[in-house]
């Protein structure tokens, strides 16, 4: 904190965080970023919330609205409802924004979104932005197309970067800037000549191949560390027929759909605080448990590569099931598109296409990627 403060001194502050953004001691409990600064005399003047929420505390997909933070009595602004960047007004009574939210490493992750919008708009208004990098609990993991900026910029995926980047917010943060990505929202193309002013102050003692996992839950639906590291191999399962698990106590670690005949394992989604629609809710899908798979893949060495066979067992499955007659297993082929970044594995798999010259090609695009990360990494690879 001492490297930052300094910079806060005397200053209307605004911060963007959520639940995440906790500060320990050795003799104290964790402590919200927003309550430690004000302990120390930091004139908060306005907090900003991602999806979820300021506190987190918000379902998937939930439209949240400004108010006003109960335990501190801070006004606080939704970046997601009405407004995903801050507009002028929220700006013009603050000097500098301090940013702190735990990423996984997933381009489609929205607060990697929320960062860059958050950078647009300091860079407009003049203002300095300072983020307090953390971890990425999926460091190992640099996989998948790059994204499609002409196509499908959107605000699950912002940046021309792999769907697992392997790099820490504050990393991307700077690599955008330097890039010149900024600017247009998600929805235009970016202004070469947009630059935000920007501090990040590293995290220490973190190597990017390191077994590490957000002592915070990130989001409501990915509460364990499991969950965390399967995510990058089983977000693309959200535009399909298949289920992940929402409305069930382990997200993100359970695959499946009612009459999967090769599940043996069966579970029951049902709306609950994270989840308030969860897929297939009040049906039994049959599936499986994908945590001895993921044990597999850290024993063998292959945790850092995109495992599509989960998904290609599943459409396989679903093809096979009187209902896969009758309507696609990609049933949001736009969304799974925004999600990936391209079309080519949507077209692989509807045209029963193999995957290996996909991810040839992938692999491709991912080595210009690494050269043009490489003057931005901060952390060292722990190799």
């Given at each position: 904190m001492e490297s930052y403060l300094p910079l806060l001194e005397g200053k209307r502050v605004g911060v963007v965080a959520n639940h995440t953004a906790m500060v320990s001691s050795p003799n104290r409990s964790s402590v919200h970023l927003i309550d430690t600064l004000l302990s120390r005399g930091v004139h908060v003047s306005a907090a900003f919330g991602p999806e979820h929420g300021f506190r987190g505390d918000l379902p998937d997909g939930a439209h949240a609205d400004d108010g006003t933070d109960p335990a501190t009595g801070i006004p606080v602004h939704s970046l997601y409802g009405t407004h995903k960047k801050p507009t002028a007004a929220q700006l013009e009574n603050l000097d500098i924004l301090v940013f702190d939210i735990q990423d996984v490493g997933l381009r489609c992750y929205t607060y990697l979104s929320t960062l860059m919008l958050v950078m647009e708009a300091c860079a407009e208004h003049g203002l300095p932005l300072v983020v307090l990098d953390r971890p990425n609990p999926n460091g190992h993991l640099v996989a998948g197309p790059i994204l499609?900026?002409?196509?499908?910029?959107?605000?699950?995926?912002?940046?021309?970067?792999?769907?697992?980047?392997?790099?820490?917010?504050?990393?991307?943060?700077?690599?955008?800037?330097?890039?010149?990505?900024?600017?247009?929202?998600?929805?235009?193309?970016?202004?070469?000549?947009?630059?935000?002013?920007?501090?990040?102050?590293?995290?220490?003692?973190?190597?990017?191949?390191?077994?590490?996992?957000?002592?915070?839950?990130?989001?409501?639906?990915?509460?364990?560390?499991?969950?965390?590291?399967?995510?990058?191999?089983?977000?693309?399962?959200?535009?399909?027929?298949?289920?992940?698990?929402?409305?069930?106590?382990?997200?993100?670690?359970?695959?499946?759909?009612?009459?999967?005949?090769?599940?043996?394992?069966?579970?029951t989604p049902q709306p609950n605080e994270a989840s308030r629609y969860p897929k297939h809710a009040g049906q039994t899908c049959q599936g499986f448990s994908l945590l001895r798979r993921l044990g597999a893949w850290q024993a063998s060495g292959t945790a850092s590569q995109l495992h599509l066979e989960v998904l290609e067992e599943l459409h396989e499955g679903w093809l096979n099931t009187p209902a896969g007659n009758q309507s696609p297993f990609i049933d949001r082929p736009e969304f799974f598109d925004q999600l990936l970044g391209d079309t080519s594995l949507r077209l692989a798999l509807e045209s029963e296409q193999p995957l290996p010259p996909l991810l040839n090609r992938w692999a491709q695009g991912r080595i210009g990627f690494m050269e043009a990360r490489s003057s931005y990494l901060r952390y060292p690879s722990g190799d």
């Amino acid at each position: 904190m001492e490297s930052y403060l300094p910079l806060l001194e005397g200053k209307r502050v605004g911060v963007v965080a959520n639940h995440t953004a906790m500060v320990s001691s050795p003799n104290r409990s964790s402590v919200h970023l927003i309550d430690t600064l004000l302990s120390r005399g930091v004139h908060v003047s306005a907090a900003f919330g991602p999806e979820h929420g300021f506190r987190g505390d918000l379902p998937d997909g939930a439209h949240a609205d400004d108010g006003t933070d109960p335990a501190t009595g801070i006004p606080v602004h939704s970046l997601y409802g009405t407004h995903k960047k801050p507009t002028a007004a929220q700006l013009e009574n603050l000097d500098i924004l301090v940013f702190d939210i735990q990423d996984v490493g997933l381009r489609c992750y929205t607060y990697l979104s929320t960062l860059m919008l958050v950078m647009e708009a300091c860079a407009e208004h003049g203002l300095p932005l300072v983020v307090l990098d953390r971890p990425n609990p999926n460091g190992h993991l640099v996989a998948g197309p790059i994204l499609d900026t002409a196509r499908f910029r959107s605000f699950v995926g912002f940046l021309p970067i792999p769907l697992a980047h392997g790099m820490t917010l504050g990393e991307l943060a700077e690599m955008a800037n330097g890039e010149g990505w900024l600017g247009g929202g998600y929805s235009e193309s970016p202004d070469p000549d947009l630059h935000c002013e920007l501090t990040v102050i590293p995290c220490e003692g973190w190597r990017r191949n390191d077994n590490w996992s957000p002592p915070v839950a990130p989001s409501p639906n990915l509460p364990h560390a499991e969950s965390v590291q399967l995510y990058p191999h089983l977000v693309l399962l959200e535009a399909t027929v298949a289920s992940v698990g929402r409305g069930t106590p382990s997200p993100f670690t359970l695959v499946g759909f009612p009459g999967f005949v090769r599940g043996a394992h069966s579970f029951t989604p049902q709306p609950n605080e994270a989840s308030r629609y969860p897929k297939h809710a009040g049906q039994t899908c049959q599936g499986f448990s994908l945590l001895r798979r993921l044990g597999a893949w850290q024993a063998s060495g292959t945790a850092s590569q995109l495992h599509l066979e989960v998904l290609e067992e599943l459409h396989e499955g679903w093809l096979n099931t009187p209902a896969g007659n009758q309507s696609p297993f990609i049933d949001r082929p736009e969304f799974f598109d925004q999600l990936l970044g391209d079309t080519s594995l949507r077209l692989a798999l509807e045209s029963e296409q193999p995957l290996p010259p996909l991810l040839n090609r992938w692999a491709q695009g991912r080595i210009g990627f690494m050269e043009a990360r490489s003057s931005y990494l901060r952390y060292p690879s722990g190799d």
